[in-house]
């Protein structure tokens, strides 16, 4: 049996390219004991791959040149040498940007993949995209019923789940992404009360028009322009959830950072990071009341699939260039 993984060949230059990716072909390792085989199905794909690619400072130190591309992934055990991990069985965790990953289970979670209507959920919105949804906006934004929540990349993998656990909480959600279907699907079909093309509408004019009164909690996922526009309407003790900046992770040494952020102040208001790798042994916390909503059709996801390992780069530009509709997976 042969071993298909990609590895990283050199750090990008602005958007990731294909060659900055090397795939390597060997043959597949013997189990020793207390290892599993998994053969990796579905692999989540995430902006923040840019700043793994890099050697930006971040929570996780860089990839290595040479090392197989970090990411989250789900598969089958189909060899085991572990007795809490039996053949058969569906497992998450990091894999690794490689079609089979030989592990001693450590990291590996277990699931129920008939439970879910795509086992590709486990990546979306009962994955770490859905809990960065929910622990951001409950424990950052401290979001209650009421309140006016707007949300950036609304239609995305974490904004989507975002917009309809902010409905599901009883808030007033304002979303924006870009282009007219994309802003339908987020109104027609994830509840939001109101939406904003900012491709194509003036977003300061628009939320003058929809919030009146002011934001009380903003969940940042692009950063840039968006950001300074809702820094200009924030309400007494508002709160900023960043949760990501994608408008800016390919801008290298030009980030542009906000030019309005003196209205925290008049505002008493809070702008708070936060990574959700400290929210994970927090997980069924969230499940517990995400998975009613789910079985009540009040949280769903959609995914979005390009077929095949060879096309993992053009995945990742298909985040930055909003290519994407839904949570981007690629299938092995
Ligand atoms: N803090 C954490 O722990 C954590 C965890 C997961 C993800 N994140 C962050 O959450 C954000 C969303 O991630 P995701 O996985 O859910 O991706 P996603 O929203 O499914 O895909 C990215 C979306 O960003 C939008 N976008 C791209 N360039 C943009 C720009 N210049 N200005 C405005 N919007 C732009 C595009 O939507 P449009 O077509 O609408 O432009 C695109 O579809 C990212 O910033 C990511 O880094 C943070």
Known sequence: MSHRALHLAARPDGTPKDSDFEMHVSESAALAEGQIRVAVKFLSIDPAMRVWMSEQKSYWPPVGLGEVMRSAGIGEIVESRNEKFPVGAWVS????????????GKGMQRFDASRLPHPGWALSVFGATGLTAYFGLLEIGAAKAGEVVVISAASGAVGSAAVQIARNLGCRVIGIAGGPQKCAYVKDELGADAVIDYKNEKVSEKLRGY???????????????????????????????LCGGISQYNAGSDVRGPVNYLSLISARARMEGFVIIDYLHRSAEALAVMAPWAQAGKLG????????????????RRLYDGKNFGKQLVKI
């Open 301 to 316: 996801s959609k995914l979005d699939i390009v077929h095949g390992l060879d096309h993992f780069a053009e995945a990742l």
């Open 93 to 104: 965790g990091m894999t690794g940007a490689q079609d089979e990953l030989v592990s001693d």
């Open 211 to 241: 919030c009146p009164d002011g934001i009380d909690v903003y969940f940042d996922n692009v950063g840039g322009e968006i950001l300074d526009a809702v820094l200009k309407r924030l309400r007494l003790k508002a709160r900023i959830v």
